[in-house]
């Protein structure tokens, strides 16, 4: 699976949580990922709608990131969809190019998650805020994905940073990122790439090793456990 | 201690002697993730439990 995450923000070089998931991809990633800021590509706004499209063609999994700027999308990210996403190419007779596409967002937010909500400062849902998307979605054939909603990175802790770099990472490349069964096997084929160079301790590569045996172990637990259950239901 | 505690320390003891972000990262969720393990094996086996007492399965 290929994915394209097609980035806008008016300066990311000035944003702390876009440099942090620009910097969060492992060299590992971004074998399956393109990142694609827009405002870098196309600073006179003026865009390559025969380049775009080909690179939408070339992907399976398009991610469109950036920060929710009054409910929607910076400007360049909706002129992109306005050029981009043209009648038989997108939807219309043989329209089809994007069908069975997976499309997700990736939104850094100002707020705490509880005011998108009926009662919450913002009143509304962020389900309901990006109807818009899911209707691109709908329309074009793609399968939306449940966004990753970062809500205000400046005050999250070192640990909760980790845990996103991870989410993040999880979300762009695997097949169904919140199932539990291909975290598993994404955290074990990273652990047997990482560097023991980086790490102080001699018996290293014996701990790395134990740990990938015990979530082996605990997965093949996990099955048995399914099989017993669905046994009895039959 | 058990298997998993003595797991989850020696990951720990890696997590503090990392020199590198991502790495230390990848170790925090590795510990994480035997966490979740843990819990839903717990969910599971009540699950069976509670299907092997269920009165509507005793006839068979």
Redesign the interface.
């Known amino acids: 699976m290929k994915t394209l995450v097609i980035i806008s923000h008016p300066s990311i070089d000035e944003s702390g949580s876009q440099q942090f998931l620009i910097q969060?991809l492992?060299d590992r990633s971004l074998e399956q990922v393109t990142l694609h800021p827009l405002e870098k590509t196309y600073p006179d706004g003026v865009i390559d709608v025969k380049h775009e499209q080909e690179l939408l063609k070339s992907h399976d999994r398009i991610i469109f990131q950036f920060p929710f700027y009054w409910y929607s999308s910076p400007p360049l990210l909706k002129h992109w969809q306005d050029e981009v996403l043209t009648e038989h190419f997108a939807f219309g007779y043989r329209g089809d190019k994007l069908k069975d596409k997976e499309l997700g967002l990736v939104l850094s937010i100002g707020l705490s998650e509880k005011e998108y909500q009926t009662g919450g400062q913002e009143g509304y849902s962020i389900s309901e805020l990006t109807k818009p998307f899911q209707a691109v979605a709908r329309k074009t054939g793609m399968t939306y994905l449940k966004p990753l909603s970062i809500f205000q990175y400046a005050y999250m802790s070192e640990?909760e940073r980790?845990?996103l770099?991870?989410r993040y990472q999880q979300y762009l490349t695997l097949k169904k990122p919140d199932s539990?069964k291909p975290?598993?096997e994404w955290?074990i084929a990273?652990?047997k790439e990482?560097?023991t160079e980086?790490?102080?301790?001699d018996h290293?590569d014996f701990?790395?090793e134990?740990?990938i045996e015990?979530?082996e172990d605990?997965?093949m637990?996990?099955d048995e456990?399914?099989m017993?259950?669905d046994n009895?239901?039959e | 201690m058990d298997e998993q505690d003595w797991i989850i320390r020696e990951l720990e003891q890696l997590f503090d002697s990392s020199r590198d972000y991502k790495q230390k990262a990848l170790l925090k969720a590795a510990a994480d993730l035997i966490r979740e393990q843990k819990t839903r094996k717990e969910q599971l086996q009540g699950e069976l439990d509670g299907t092997l007492w269920s009165p509507g399965n005793w006839r068979n």
């Open positions: 969060a492992s640990e980790m845990g770099l991870i539990l975290r598993e955290i990273a652990l990482t560097a980086t790490l102080r301790t290293s701990i790395i134990q740990v015990h979530i605990n997965r637990e996990l456990l399914r017993h259950i009895y239901h």
